[in-house]
């Protein structure tokens, strides 16, 4: 078993950041993948970002791309998501997970364990 718990979300403006972290507990963290994935109200949970075991490889939705950047510290057990020049529709719950994995999947059924999730809202 994997626990994973998300901090950071809240408010922001158009065009500001917000930083993310989930921190990771359970399981040696430096085996598994990690994603971000977000789902705004009425909407399907949908793939944001994602990092392989040794953080050297990363995967990106195009609606964030150039504007989203994961990271991981294996030491610390931790995954971030930083988010720069955010946009209202940006405005998701945003949730961590795991996967036992050495690649960067994309798809939530590839991903076993999740975390709570944690609200971001942006406002125009």
């Known amino acids: 078993q994997v626990q994973l718990v998300e901090s950071g979300g809240g408010l922001a403006q158009a065009g500001g950041s917000l930083s993310l972290s989930c921190a990771a507990s359970g399981r040696t963290f430096s085996n598994y993948a990690m994603g971000w994935f977000r789902q705004a109200p009425r909407k399907e949970r949908e793939f944001v970002t994602a990092?392989?075991?040794?953080?050297?490889?990363?995967a990106v939705a195009d609606s964030v791309k150039g504007r989203f950047t994961i990271s991981r510290d294996n030491a610390k057990n931790t995954v971030y998501l930083q988010m720069n020049s955010l946009k209202p529709e940006d405005t998701a719950v945003y949730y961590c997970?795991?996967?036992?994995?050495?690649?960067?999947?994309?798809?939530?059924?590839?991903?076993?364990?999740w975390g709570q999730g944690t609200q971001v809202t942006v406002s125009s």
């Open positions: 997970a795991a996967a036992r994995t050495n690649w960067t999947p994309t798809g939530r059924n590839e991903y076993a364990y």
């Open positions: 990092i392989n075991w040794s953080g050297r490889s990363t």
